[in-house]
Structures are given as structure tokens and as C-alpha cells.
């Protein structure tokens, strides 16, 4: 085939991939809008006959019974969408506009999108369906609630307390497009608690609105649950663990980073410095450097930092990047410590502690080391 025919049928790929998103996204819409008004309209009926939850049960049986081709009304699921209108009724978000959300956010893959598309196809997008037009109008489709997948929202309405933090998550959930295994991930990792609590100088270093955005890059504690370590790891062992796993380590460090290398070289006059893991972020448009520290943080490490950035920003920044970022994660630190240490440095850099699943005590003693097992190895060829 010549190279025409293929970039042609290439484009055709793109805006038939482009097109099929756009109608799995729309549809999506509508079936929210269809679930907040069955919400409303059980919770108003229950309001002003005093039925109870038996309502809701007989319902469940008589859809299924008359639209027997159609998924999505179950008795689990009615009582979900009647949660979901109690729950966001009186809040902003039904009149928010989701206008962040942009198609080029999502591959024609993404869970996110396509992850509930097989129960809102058999929810009938027919716009003659009565059960359809009872929901025109009722929540608008450029509302935040109407950009994520109804799946989605059943895992935020059961493990999120409030609406401050149901926004969060689903905010976070557009913006990094999130599976819904991943947004459990998230809310059981509390990340609403870490997310951008990292103590930091970057008020101080960098101009607005990069400031903002590093600050909220940064958690405090990082978890790296999905390792488990002896608790006297030594640093390079971390640091090759973390690499191994970099796409978990990726989704904990959040949306933006790509990594560069581990122990990468400097050459500072005569000298060669290494840097623990070296990462450029897409959206600061900068260099990131993390050091990893298994004890207490001591000043001396910021100091140590300010002169990894310095190096930085002389031998790899360009004139379209910003300045570089540091990253200091310790296994602990003291507050007061951390903040006069970062007082009068230049350079900007964050510090948060961070946590690993620590193998038990009586597993450790037990398991041979590393020169017991190369010993063994070399018995046996």
C-alpha cells in the first residue's frame, strides 16, 4: 500500500475513534440526567405520599417486568440514584459547568469513558422513550455530575462523607481520568488528606500560577503501599523498587510526571554528581528532582537540594523550561525543622514523608539476605 492510502485511512481511524467517543461521552450524559430524575422524582413521591422503601422494591419489578430488554433498574441501582439526588441536591455541582473536560482527555479506550457504555446502551437513548424525556431539562449535561460514569459516582457516594470531598474526587477523577479501580485506590488512600500539604517554599520561588501548581503536586505522606520492605531498606534498594514499579510510582507521584532516570549523572567540573530519580513534568514544564532519605530529615539535605537545582538549571534547562523542583521525601521529619531549613533557600522544593508495607518482623528474621542467597547461587554452578 502507498503512503496516501495508509495516512488516509489512518485519519478515517482517528475521526471514527473521535466519533465514537463523542457518543460514548454524550450518552453517558444523558443516562446521569435520566438517574438524577428517577432520584427526584422517588425521593419527591416518598415526600408527599409517605412511601416507604417497599416503593422502591415494587418499582425495581414493574420496569423490570415492562422493559424487560433494559438494564440499570435494579432495586441496588434505585436506591443509588435516590442517594445520588439526596446527596447533591442542594449543592453547586448541579449548576457547575464541567467545561474542563475536553475529548482529547481521554484515548478511545479509557475506562473512564467506556467503563459503564454496555448498561447505557441498553438504557435506551431513544428520545420517544417516556422514561428518557422524563429527565430532559432536569440536570443540565454541561454539569460536572454528568462527566464522569455512573459507576463512578456509586463508589464516591459510598466512601465519601461530604460534598466538599465527593468534589474533589470527582474533579480529580475528570482531570487524570481515572478508572474507577483507580479512584478506589484513591479514596482509600485518603488522598483529599495529602494532596497538596507537603511543606514547601514555593510561594517564596516561584512565580504564580506555577507555585499553585507545584504546591498541589506535592502530598504529604507519598504512599507506596505497593511495596513491601524490610523497615532498614537501604536507599538504593527504594530507589530500584520504586523504578521497577514505575507505573504505580507514577500514579502516586499524580498526572504530569515522566520519568527520566534513576542515579543520573551530573558532570559538575570535575566532579560527577548523581541524582537519586529524575523526572520532567509535563505540565510545570520543568525539571523535578526527587532525593530519597530513609531517616529524619536534617537541614543539611536542603542545602544538598538547592545545589541539585542550581546544577540543573545550568547544564539541562532550557530557555522554554521553568525553573526546576525539588522533592525531599524522608521517612520522617521534624515541622519546625522543615520550615527553617527551607526559610532562606533559593531554590524552590517541597519535603513530605513517605510510607511502604513493611514486611513483619518474624518474615524478616527469616528470610535469608541477599549474600546467603548469592552463596547459594554460586553452589549451584
Known sequence: MDKTYIDWIESLKQKIKSAQLKASIAVNEEMIRLYWDIGKSIVEKQESFAWGSKVVEQLAKDLKRDLP??????????????????????????????????????????????????????????LNNPIVQQAVGQLTPNSVLCKIPWGHHIVILNKTQSIKEAQFYIQQTIQNNWSRSVLEMQLASKLIERQGKAQNNFELTLPKPQSDLARETLKDPFKFDFLTLEVN???????????????QFLLELGKGFAFVGRQYPLQVGNKERRLDLLFYHIKMHCYVVIDLKMGEFEPEYAGKMNYYLSAIDKLLKTEQDNPSVGIILCKSKDTLEVEYALQDMNKPMGISEFTFSELPQLIQRNMPSVEELENELNKLT
Open 69 to 126: 430488554d433494559t438494564n440499570g433498574f435494579s432495586r441496588t441501582n434505585l436506591f443509588a440514584m435516590r442517594k445520588f439526588y439526596s446527596f447533591f441536591k442542594e449543592s453547586e455541582l448541579i449548576h457547575q459547568a464541567g467545561g474542563q473536560v475536553r475529548i482529547g482527555d481521554f484515548s478511545e479506550s479509557s475506562s473512564i469513558v467506556q467503563q459503564d457504555v454496555g448498561q447505557i446502551e441498553n438504557t435506551g437513548s431513544n
Open 233 to 247: 531498606v537501604q536507599e538504593l534498594e527504594l530507589e530500584r523498587k520504586l523504578t521497577e514499579n514505575i507505573t
